[in-house]
T-cell receptor, first 114, second 112 residues
Framework: AQKITQTQPGMFVQEKEAVTLDCTYD???????LFWYKQPSSGEMIFLIY??????QNATEGRYSLNFQKARKSANLVISASQLGDSAMYFC???????????FGKGNQVVVIP | NAGVTQTPKFRVLKTGQSMTLLCAQD?????MYWYRQDPGMGLRLIHY???????AKGEVPDGYNVSRLKKQNFLLGLESAAPSQTSVYFC???????????FGQGTRLTVV
């Protein structure tokens, strides 16, 4: 089964600064999808960005970008120009080709301070 | 457009009682998932389905059963609730394994 690791402790970020959230994964599959989700204090899960393992370009969605390093099995999320509304838990997730499971890491807590 | 709807939103059960959580999606998605979320544990996959009539075990399936009799509905059952099943339960659906999953609003279940 795949394993997703997010080990950073809670992070405090100054408003308007960039923040990088680390995610490493372990899978024997060569084909897989990587996702990042945001969970604000209200509890809903919000999709942010997707990267396919065979995509040559790093994915970007507005202020979100994914720093994908396949050889290192790393899929870090970069949030540029942080806003107060970015305060939330952020989850990395992976879906390998070899099974149909969408598995999540334990999350990173981000607090944006003015 | 309702998306993914979970019923109920809150529930308190006594140990040993049974209940069913309903997940309904109106996006014609093939894939559906049930997760539980506990503090510090992230989301853990309980069961999932890749189409009507199919179900499979996830990471933490013990104590739960599921059914997908209709494509739009995915039911999660607790036959004999235990305090360890106190959690927030999320349902999600997606077109396939490589597209974003849409989540319901969650069900907060407390077993006393």
């Amino acid at each position: 089964a795949q394993k997703i690791t997010q080990t950073q402790p809670g992070m405090f970020v100054q408003e308007k600064e960039a923040v990088t959230l680390d995610c490493t994964y372990d899978t024997s599959d060569q084909s897989y999808g990587l996702f990042w989700y945001k969970q604000p204090s209200s509890g809903e899960m919000i999709f942010l960005i997707y990267q396919g393992s065979y995509d040559e370009q790093n994915a970007t969605e507005g202020r979100y970008s994914l720093n994908f390093q396949k050889a290192r099995k790393s899929a870090n999320l970069v949030i540029s120009a942080s806003q107060l509304g970015d305060s939330a838990m952020y989850f990395c997730a992976m879906s390998p080709y070899g099974n149909n499971r969408l598995a999540f890491g334990k999350g990173n807590q981000v607090v944006v301070i003015p | 457009n309702a998306g993914v709807t979970q019923t109920p939103k809150f529930r308190v059960l006594k140990t040993g009682q049974s209940m069913t959580l309903l997940c309904a999606q109106d996006m014609n998605h093939e894939y559906m998932y049930w997760y539980r979320q506990d503090p510090g544990m992230g989301l853990r996959l309980i069961h999932y389905s890749v189409g009507e009539g199919t179900t499979a075990k996830g990471e933490v399936p013990d104590g739960y059963n599921v059914s997908r009799l209709k494509k739009q509905n995915f039911l999660l059952g607790l036959e004999s609730a235990a305090p360890s099943q106190t959690s927030v339960y999320f349902c999600a659906s997606s077109v396939d394994r490589f597209t974003e999953a849409f989540f319901g609003q969650g069900t907060r279940l407390t077993v006393v």
